[in-house]
């Protein structure tokens, strides 16, 4: 059996989307899979997606099963019962440990810089010649995770093939021209009514990235900007309680911007060595939308500083 799965911490739309999508091209191809996954779901995954005729395989691995990992390439973040030595493939676009896999499986680790994991699912079903043959609710998954990932098409690591692989899948799966932005309201509504419930759901540790605050948390909203005016004080506080070097990643979507409320002059001036911030205090409000994944780019191509280095951020 193929299971094919992703992540430990949490599973995010893009994670979601590219097991469930995966093990049904698999399947047709006549290697029995299954999408499999004990991790919780974060607030990407809606309640109208949830809605949707797709779900995760009720199914346990046992001994023998070989594994394909989703959206996910970092050996200490995968699924806890993956069996490293039985890991077939990984499509990732995640950036630090193509040379690790590429020394493992060869051809068979696809982690590329993209917008979405999604997309490269989407390329295999392409390449396969399968695209008829999609079920609606894993083209709308496909799709929908493209839409996240690429921040509504304004993130950086857009690139014209995600752009040109939603576009098919929507048609594919029918969806509105109004669905972008009733998503991201949804999922700012469920962020909402539950801030510490979606702050634990999509918050991993960077301890193995020393150039990073060691915890970072992300969500993305439609309104950013009013969700932090809200509840700064219940976001400061709850993060706080985890350790004083953090930082939360707020992506507004209506603004293309994102809002970083950061822990410490410590958080502050790791953050500071990597892009060109102003900081008010403990918020920051960047020009355009970054995410995690571009900001731990940029951590691994900058060198090391010294831990004892002087705290230039306290003056920020």
Same mark, same amino acid.
């Given at each position: 059996?193929? #299971?094919?799965?992703?992540? *430990? ?26 999408? =499999?996954? *004990? ?12 809605? @949707? ?18 959206? =996910?390439? /970092? ?11 039985? =890991?077939?493939?990984?499509?990732? +676009? ?6 690790? @896999? ?30 008829? +043959?999609?079920?609606?609710?894993? &083209?709308?998954?496909?799709? !929908? ?8 098409? !304004?993130?950086q690591m857009t690139t014209?093939?995600? !752009? ?11 969806? *509105? ?12 509504? $469920?962020?909402?009514? /539950?801030?510490?419930?979606?702050? *634990?759901?999509?918050?991993?540790r960077m301890t193995a ?11 993305? =909203? @439609? ?14 506080? @709850?993060?706080? $309680? %985890? ?25 502050? +001036?790791?953050?500071?060595?990597? #892009?060109?911030?102003?900081? %008010? ?25 010294? #831990?004892? $280095?002087? /705290?230039?951020? &306290?003056?920020?």
């Amino acid at each position: 059996m193929r #299971v094919v799965t992703s992540g *430990s911490a949490y599973l995010d739309i893009d994670a979601y989307a590219c097991c469930i999508a995966y093990a049904e091209l698999l399947n047709q191809q006549g290697i029995a899979a299954r999408a =499999v996954s *004990s991790a919780p779901l974060n607030t990407s995954i809606s309640n109208s997606v949830l809605g @949707w005729d797709a779900r995760l395989d009720d199914y346990r691995p046992v001994a023998g099963d070989e594994y394909v990992l989703m959206d =996910v390439s /970092d050996p200490d973040h995968f699924d806890p019962f993956v069996q490293l030595a039985n =890991v077939r493939e990984v499509i990732d +676009h995640h950036p630090g440990f193509e040379h690790y @896999w590429a020394q493992r499986l060869g051809t068979a680790a696809d982690i590329q810089p993209i917008g979405a994991a999604a997309t490269l699912v989407f390329l295999r079903w392409e390449a396969a010649e399968a695209l008829t +043959h999609i079920s609606p609710h894993s &083209a709308a998954l496909l799709a !929908t995770a493209i839409l996240d990932n690429t921040l509504n098409f !304004t993130g950086q690591m857009t690139t014209p093939q995600d !752009t040109r692989a939603y576009d098919v899948l929507a048609r594919r799966a029918n969806l *509105s021209a109004e669905w972008p932005q009733c998503y991201f309201g949804e999922c700012q509504a $469920a962020i909402e009514a /539950d801030l510490t419930g979606a702050l *634990s759901a999509d918050m991993k540790r960077m301890t193995a990235t020393p150039n990073l605050p060691q915890r970072i948390a992300q969500m993305t =909203v @439609w309104d950013a900007g009013e969700l932090i005016h809200q509840h700064h004080a219940a976001i400061d506080q @709850w993060l706080a $309680a %985890q350790g004083e070097d953090w930082l939360l990643n707020a992506i507004s979507l209506r603004e293309c911007k994102s809002y970083w409320l950061a822990g410490s002059s410590l958080s502050r +001036h790791k953050l500071s060595r990597l #892009v060109d911030v102003e900081w %008010q205090g403990s918020l920051a409000v960047l020009p355009h939308g970054m995410q995690r994944k571009e900001l731990l780019k940029l951590a691994l191509a900058a060198p090391v500083e010294p #831990v004892n $280095a002087p /705290d230039k951020a &306290a003056c920020c």
